[in-house]
Structure formats: structure tokens, C-alpha cells
């Protein structure tokens, strides 16, 4: 893993330029999941009465962690393995949830970049890795997919998202679920008093997804614990050795 | 007998740490329909395997971690238990733990894991699917908690990985030792630390690729999808998600009358303030954990800010843990508090039975009848948290007078120390109760003096709900996120997930069977071990002294009240007047094979 010494890309220099900065897209977001709510209600309402025509869904496009809320309940792994399989199933869920240090969440996201070096990685030709033009997911070709013996695609991930199907050796990718994300249903109905969803859809990247992709599961453990547990009260953090020792006196 | 069809693999994995293997065990789908998994089927294995008088430290005892066939589906938050007989009390033992644990057994494809025999030198063990690894855990001999959990994740080479381990306790053999389930979960209260420790297995890690099989998807995920939105939405455990169970400190204090204080002697404190959860949400917590498909996400999360144990990340306070190691010590530090439970969660001892033992060695000290010579010159205080550091040091370590006098737990103590100090004992059949004082909070006497394990609040609290208690320990199913917020609809919602889950047609009445089933099978073991309607009770002090003041001042449990109690539960379980399941009980039950055993025991106890 990285040396003690190594930095976080330079993405937000500072703690409070990045809280910031995350707030800032919460909002933007935010709205765009209440929309999606509007629609799942309207959607609800149109089935009873059968007369109103249902309004049609937005596609989303992008997906989004606010990660300081994440809870780890791991209920949009089980919602991404019911989508696609019908049972729950983590380990072919695309997306998944880091334990970091047991003491924070990391829900590990496709970001769905919109230069996707998976895609560009991938060396069939035709690409078996395709994002959707209408709703970005990265759709995945299984008759033309070299699976375990390739896994380009995997390795160009910076994100560190793609996973491998157990049963068939072929790579994990987010779909978007057709433009209707099933984590972020189930992250929103999670949350609740007193935490905010942690999962987000969005029709625009704002480039937050180029940004963040680059930092690997690992390092926004480590970053998001420190953030949580120490933000910079005082500058410093405490050694766990020093930690250790108090609590053993 | 026919082979499981769905929510289970019908196979267990069963480890023999004596000769290092491991096979599958073949079960069939009718013991699962007799006794559902988790703490029904370790109590059908106890009460057909093991003799009466068993060691519970024998080579060939075991432990048996058991999720159940809700674990791993769609089913809201489940959770494993951990059962086998009590080398602390000589009963029947299961410790229920949430987190991911349980889950992550059904995922590599196992109904639960067996374990048996006792390894020469110190392993754990590594479960990924169905294969097993026994892994030399020398170097991790003597480490805490925390540090064996990161170490075993790094010899799994995956983060993702789940684990439960031992600390110092468990390996010192200390009786109320208990197990930690990643990192700040416990499966504690009746010695499953000793039981490990004694077998020198110092941890399990689980990774699993599997999905649970379902037999008809389209009903259960139905079913368990209402039960699921009931747990999103029941308004009165809003407070749950916000404030965790350490809300109920002020509550209880306030409104309940029924917070523990000073080893019991009154449930008025109202220095809660101090080391409740308005304290905690002001100076200590950061986030919120849930446990798998949780919505209620009641662990809290925080760090020291202050002091000398700043920077301290712990788990925190929960009402049992704030209510034993806090008021009931008379803590008015919250960071010292917290420090009392973090050194707990890190010895890998059970922070309950720690605040009784230290509770009543406070009160003996306060009344004289134990001298700082006795405790190796300390002399605890209420409140002094410095001092509670260094016993409960001594307490997992065994050291000087102190430790080996206060490791052996309230009951034994009182006994050897007499002088009257049975009178402040409290424990119910050897094991030291919860945070909740049964005479602000009389319904909570149920689950201490008729749980099937003794001083336990998490057995259910009326006769009706220690039947769905016995159920939600077997399924393995969160009692806030199922058995409290389904309510009065626990057996149609069971049912309703478990016929298409499994392929069975349980009705709703077979649930209660089911239910009583279970807590029979779990009485005749006991009942084997001399136990009987003299045991059902609550400690001394309880019965006898009148809270002094608070809300509930002047409350009393009264003998009328310990008489209508076992009387109303006995008759609905099918018990007779002794306590003592009838012949006709065990047979309508499917237990013909217990009428023996309970002959004998009538014989030999005069019952
Ligand atoms: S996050 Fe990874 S998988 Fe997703 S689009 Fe980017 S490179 Fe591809
Ligand atoms: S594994 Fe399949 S999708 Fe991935 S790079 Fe190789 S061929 Fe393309
Ligand atoms: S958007 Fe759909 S495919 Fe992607 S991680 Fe979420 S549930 Fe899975
Ligand atoms: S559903 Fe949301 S809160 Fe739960 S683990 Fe996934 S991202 Fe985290």
C-alpha cells in the first residue's frame, strides 16, 4: 500500500476547500434526487388512477458518493445484485463497500468517466465495453469479452471499481441500471434521521467524476478517517502507538 | 429426510482443531423446519449431543456459529449467534452479534460453522468459500483486539473479509470473556472468549462469493420487502437512528426510572446528563454504522477530543455499556467512560459483566466488607475511572488478589467472600444482568428470570416476546429492525419470508411452536444442569429493597409479581409448575428424545 509519506493527489489541497466542495455538489445533486422521487411518486400515482399518462423518467447519467454518509449497511450492494441477478448477491454487485481500518465506510463507485479508460483499455474490436449513449453506463458485451484472460479494463480502472464475476470470469460493470440507478434507490431509503443518502444520480458529471476516480478505495478510507475523526482541530493528529498506549495504562 | 431447498445449503462446515481438518456436515431440511438455524439448531445439537454434566471445556465441546436462513437474502438486517454450553454459568449460552459476520458465512455457501477439538499451538482460521485454512496465529497470541482483526485481514489479503477474534481475555481464560466480531461488535455475556481461548483459536475470517438460494423469489422478496419499509419508516424508531440506545440513558433515568445506578442500589442519576447521549452527540460521536441492509444504523461511532485518551476512536456509548460501565459506576467523565468501554471492546471482555463485577466490588468497598488489602491497595470510588482502568487490567490479565478474585465473576465472589455480601449480588443464574433495573422496568424481568441464559435483556420482555426472541435468535434476524418494529405482526411476516424462502408451508401457529419448540429444547438442557422454577427469579436485591428514589421511587419486584410471571409463561410454553417441560409438552414439541433426560433430571434434583 502507499508509503506514509505519500499525499493524496492534489485534487483538494485543503480540508476545508474539499468539504466545501463536496457540499457544493450535494446540493446540485440533491435536487436531482428529489426529482427522481417526484417521478417514482407521480410514476406511483399514474398506476392507480391508470388515466394520467406516467411522466417520463429523467436518465441519469452519472453517479455520485457523498461518502462522509456513508453508513456501510451495504444495502446497495444488495439492491445492484437484485437488479441484475434477482437474488442478493455481493459478490456480483458492481458496486461495493470498503471496510477501511473498521472504523469508515467507502462505497468503491463507477464514475463513469466521461474519457473512460476502461473503454479505452478494452482491445476487441468492436469494443466489448460500450458506454450508453443515453445513459452512460458502461454496457458490457459478454459474446465478445475476453473475460479472466483479459481484464484490461479492470487494470485501467483508477478507480479500482471493476470487479470480476465469480461464476464467469467476465468484468462487472455499472450499467446505471438503464439510467435508474437501483444503489441509489436504496441508499435513499437508508438514510433517513438524522443521515443524508450517500449515493447520487445526476445528468451532468461537473467533472467531479474525473476528479474523484483517481483516488483508490484505500485512500479515501484513509482520507475520509482522518477527515472524520481528526479534522485538523489542532493541526495534528495522534500516532496510533501514543493511541495505543493510553489505552492500555 | 429430504434435502433443503432454499434459504439454507443444508450443509454446516465442521472444524476439528485437534487434528486440523474439517468436513461438511449433511443437514436435513427437517431439523431446519424443527429448529430454523442459529441458536434453535445449537440448541437442538447441545441437548442430542452432550450428557448432562458435560465439561463445558471438554476437547470435544463445542461452539457453534450459527446464522440462520433469513441471513444473506433480502431480509432486513440478520445477525449470527454464537452458542454453546456456558463455561461461565454451566448453561446454555447464545450471544447474538449483528454486523457482516453472519452473512458473509452464508455467502461461502455455509449454514453456520461447528467447531470442535482444540489446536496445540494458537490458529485461526480462514474460510474463504468452501475452502479452509488453518493459520498459525502464534505471533498473534497476547494481542488486542483491534490488532489481531487488522492482522488477520492482512493474512487474508483482503480487506473485504469478516472477522471475529478473541483478546487477552479470552486467551487468560477469563469466564466473561467474549468474542469481537469486526472490530466493534461483541458476541459476549457467557464466556464464548474462554470457550475460543481454551481451543487457542484466536480468530475466524469469512469471505464467501455465494448467493443464498430462493425458492419462490417473487413472494419473499414481496414479503421482505414490507418488512423492510416497516423498518424504514416505524416513526417511534426514528430516535433509534439518531441517538443509537444510548437515548435510553436519559429516558430510563428520566421517565422509565429503570438506569441502573451504583450496582443497582437506585435508578435515579441524574448526572446522566453527563455521560448520556446529548453528551455524547456534543463531545464524542462522528458517524453512524449500520449494520447489513440496515436502516436503523443505532452504532455510533466517535473520538476522544480531550484528555489523556485523546484521539481514542471507539464505540459508543450504548445504553448496556453506558448503563453498566457508566452510571452503574457512578461516571460522570464521559471520556473515562468511554475509555471503560473502548478497553473492553480492545481486551475482548464483556463490558456487562465488567460493570457488575466492578459495580459490586465498589458498594463492597463503600460498605467495608472489602479492604483496599483485598484488591492489591486500590480502592475503587464511584466515578474513578482510573482505578476501574487498572482492575479491569487485572481482571483480563488474572493479576494479583484483585484480578483473580474480581475475574471470577459476581456470584463467585459473593460466595467467597460472604459477610452478607449476597445481599448486593446481583446476577441471575451466575451471570450478571443488563442495564435496565427490573423495578422501573418490570416486563424486562422476563427476559432475565426466564431467558433461557440468566440475567439476559435480550431475550424478550413479556411471555409472548420471549417466543419471538427465540425466533429471531435462530432465523437470525436484529430485534429493533425485526422483532420490535414487526410487532404484532412477527409470525405473518416470518412466515410470510420463510415458506417462499425455504419451500416449507409453515403457518402462523407453527411459528409459535416453532418458537416454544426451541425455548423447550433450550430448558431441557438447563433443566439437565439443575435448573428449575427457583431459578427463574430476580437477584435479591430487587425482590427486597424498594428504589429509593426517581420516577419509579418505592417500586418493588414482589413475590406476586415473580409468581404470576412464571406461572402465565410456564403455561404457555407447556411447562409444569416446577418450570419443567411435561412429557406431553415434549412430545407435542417433536422432543421424544428429551423424555428421558428429564426423567433423570427430576430424579436427581427431586423435582
Ligand atoms: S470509474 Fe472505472 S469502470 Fe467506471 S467509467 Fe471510469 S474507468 Fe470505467
Ligand atoms: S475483460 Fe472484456 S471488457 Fe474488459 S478489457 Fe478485456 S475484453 Fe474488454
Ligand atoms: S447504478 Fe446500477 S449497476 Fe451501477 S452500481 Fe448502482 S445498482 Fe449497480
Ligand atoms: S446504501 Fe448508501 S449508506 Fe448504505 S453502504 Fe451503500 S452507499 Fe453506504
Not at chain 2, 127 to 145: G, M, P, Q, Y
Not at chain 2, 264 to 274: A, G, I, L, N, S
Not at chain 2, 317 to 339: K, Q, R
Request: with cysteine; proline share 5%; glycine share 10%.
Amino acid at each position: 500500500m502507499e508509503g506514509k509519506e505519500k499525499k493524496l493527489p492534489d485534487l483538494f489541497p485543503k480540508e476545508t476547500t474539499r468539504r466545501g466542495f463536496l457540499r457544493g455538489t450535494a446540493v446540485a445533486a440533491g435536487s436531482a434526487v428529489a426529482m427522481v422521487t417526484v417521478g417514482g411518486l407521480a410514476a406511483k400515482a399514474a398506476h392507480a388512477q391508470a388515466a394520467a399518462p406516467a411522466p417520463q423518467k429523467d436518465l441519469m447519467k452519472y453517479l455520485f458518493a457523498e461518502r462522509e454518509n456513508c453508513t456501510g449497511c451495504r444495502a446497495c450492494e444488495y439492491a445492484c445484485s437484485v437488479y441484475h441477478t434477482g437474488v442478493v448477491r455481493p459478490s456480483v454487485s458492481r458496486i461495493h463497500v470498503l471496510k477501511y481500518k473498521d472504523s469508515i465506510d467507502v462505497p468503491v463507485v463507477c464514475w463513469h468517466c466521461n474519457d473512460a479508460p476502461c473503454v479505452a483499455a478494452c482491445p476487441t474490436t468492436p469494443k466489448s465495453i460500450i458506454p450508453d449513449p443515453n445513459h452512460n453506463g458502461i454496457i458490457l458485451n459478454e459474446k465478445t469479452c475476453l473475460g479472466r484472460k483479459c481484464l484490461k479494463c479492470q487494470e485501467a480502472c483508477p478507480a479500482q471499481f471493476v470487479w470480476v464475476n465469480p461464476d464467469t470470469g467476465m468484468p462487472l460493470m455499472c450499467d446505471m441500471c438503464a439510467g435508474d440507478p437501483a444503489c441509489v434507490k436504496a441508499c435513499k431509503d437508508q438514510s433517513g434521521n438524522p443521515q443524508g443518502p450517500c449515493l447520487m444520480t445526476n445528468k451532468l458529471g461537473f467533472g467531479v467524476n474525473l476528479a474523484f476516480r483517481d483516488v483508490k478505495p484505500n485512500e479515501a478510507g484513509k482520507d475520509l478517517l482522518d477527515l472524520t475523526f481528526y479534522p485538523n482541530v489542532d493541526g495534528k493528529r495522534p500516532t496510533p502507538a501514543k493511541t495505543k498506549k493510553t489505552r492500555r495504562s | 429426510m429430504t434435502a433443503t431447498k432454499g434459504g439454507c445449503f443444508g450443509k454446516i462446515l465442521e472444524i476439528d482443531l485437534s487434528k486440523q481438518t474439517y468436513k461438511t456436515r449433511e443437514v436435513p431440511d427437517e431439523i431446519y423446519q424443527k429448529a430454523i438455524g442459529g441458536n434453535g439448531l445449537a440448541a437442538y445439537f447441545l441437548t442430542t449431543e452432550y450428557k448432562a454434566h458435560k465439561d463445558p471445556l471438554a476437547e470435544d465441546a463445542f461452539i457453534y456459529i450459527g446464522p440462520g436462513p433469513l441471513n444473506g437474502t433480502f431480509c432486513v438486517s440478520t445477525r449470527t449467534s454464537f452458542a454453546h454450553m456456558s463455561p461461565y454459568t454451566g448453561l446454555i449460552s447464545h450471544a447474538e452479534t449483528g454486523a457482516h459476520f453472519g452473512n458473509e458465512i452464508k455467502w461461502a455457501g455455509w449454514d453456520g460453522i461447528y467447531i470442535k477439538g482444540r489446536s496445540k499451538k494458537p490458529v485461526w482460521l480462514s474460510i474463504v468459500d468452501d475452502k479452509v485454512e488453518f493459520k498459525d496465529a502464534t505471533k498473534l497470541w497476547s494481542k488486542d483486539t483491534e490488532e489481531t482483526h487488522e492482522a488477520i485481514i492482512k493474512g487474508m489479503n483482503d480487506p473485504y473479509a469478516r472477522t471475529a477474534v478473541i483478546g487477552p481475555a479470552g486467551e487468560n481464560q477469563v469466564p466473561f470473556s467474549c468474542v469481537i466480531v469486526e472490530r466493534f461488535r461483541a458476541a459476549a455475556r457467557s464466556g464464548t472468549g474462554m470457550l475460543m481461548g481454551n481451543k487457542k483459536l484466536k480468530g475466524l475470517a469469512v469471505r464467501g462469493s455465494k448467493g443464498v438460494p430462493v425458492v419462490d423469489n417473487v413472494k419473499f422478496m414481496e414479503m421482505a420487502t414490507y418488512a423492510k419499509k416497516l423498518a424504514v419508516e416505524k416513526e417511534a424508531w426514528q430516535g433509534i437512528k439518531r441517538w443509537g440506545t444510548a437515548g435510553l440513558m436519559e429516558q430510563n433515568n428520566f421517565f422509565t426510572g429503570s438506569l441502573i445506578t451504583k450496582n443497582y442500589q437506585t435508578t435515579w442519576y441524574p448526572d446522566v446528563v453527563k455521560i448520556g447521549a446529548e453528551e455524547a452527540n456534543r463531545k464524542f460521536w462522528k458517524r453512524h454504522v449500520a449494520c447489513n441492509h440496515c436502516p436503523i444504523h443505532c452504532l455510533k461511532l466517535g473520538v476522544i477530543r480531550e484528555g489523556k485518551y485523546k484521539g481514542l476512536i471507539a464505540e459508543g456509548p450504548e445504553y448496556e455499556s453506558g448503563g453498566l460501565l457508566g452510571s452503574n459506576l457512578g461516571m460522570t467523565n464521559f471520556n473515562d467512560m468511554i475509555a471503560l468501554i473502548e478497553a473492553c471492546d480492545a481486551y475482548g471482555i464483556d463490558n456487562i459483566s465488567t460493570g457488575g463485577v466492578l459495580g459490586f466490588t465498589t458498594e463492597l468497598v463503600e460498605k467495608g466488607v472489602l479492604k483496599p488489602a483485598d484488591l492489591d491497595g486500590l480502592k475503587p470510588k464511584w466515578g474513578d475511572g482510573d482505578t476501574y482502568m487498572e482492575l479491569i487490567r487485572k481482571i483480563v490479565y488474572k493479576e494479583g488478589k484483585a484480578g483473580k478474585l474480581l475475574s471470577k465473576g459476581v456470584k463467585k465472589m459473593s460466595a467467597e467472600i460472604g459477610k452478607g455480601s449476597e445481599a448486593y449480588a446481583v446476577h441471575v443464574k451466575g451471570k450478571e444482568l443488563a442495564a435496565h433495573d427490573a423495578r422501573g422496568d418490570k416486563a424486562r424481568a422476563y427476559s432475565y428470570a426466564l431467558g433461557s441464559c440468566g440475567g439476559d435483556h435480550h431475550e424478550g420482555a413479556s411471555t409472548r416476546a420471549l417466543v419471538i426472541f427465540a425466533m429471531i435468535n435462530s432465523l437470525s434476524t436484529c430485534s429493533f429492525a425485526s422483532a420490535l418494529i414487526w410487532g404484532g405482526e412477527n409470525a405473518k411476516i416470518t412466515v410470510g419470508m420463510l415458506n417462499p424462502l425455504c419451500g416449507w408451508n409453515m403457518t402462523e401457529d407453527d411459528y409459535w411452536t416453532t418458537g416454544k419448540r426451541i425455548l423447550t429444547m433450550e430448558r431441557v438442557f438447563n433443566v439437565r444442569e439443575g435448573i428449575s422454577r427457583k431459578d427463574d427469579i430476580l437477584p435479591v436485591r430487587m425482590r427486597t429493597e424498594k428504589l429509593p428514589a426517581g420516577p419509579k421511587k418505592g417500586a418493588i419486584f414482589t413475590e406476586e409479581d415473580t409468581k404470576k410471571m412464571q406461572d402465565e409463561f410456564y403455561s404457555f410454553v407447556g411447562w409444569d409448575a416446577k418450570g419443567i417441560p411435561t412429557d406431553a409438552t415434549l412430545k407435542a414439541y417433536g422432543l421424544e428424545y428429551s423424555i428421558d433426560d428429564i426423567a433423570r433430571a427430576r430424579k436427581e434434583y427431586n423435582l
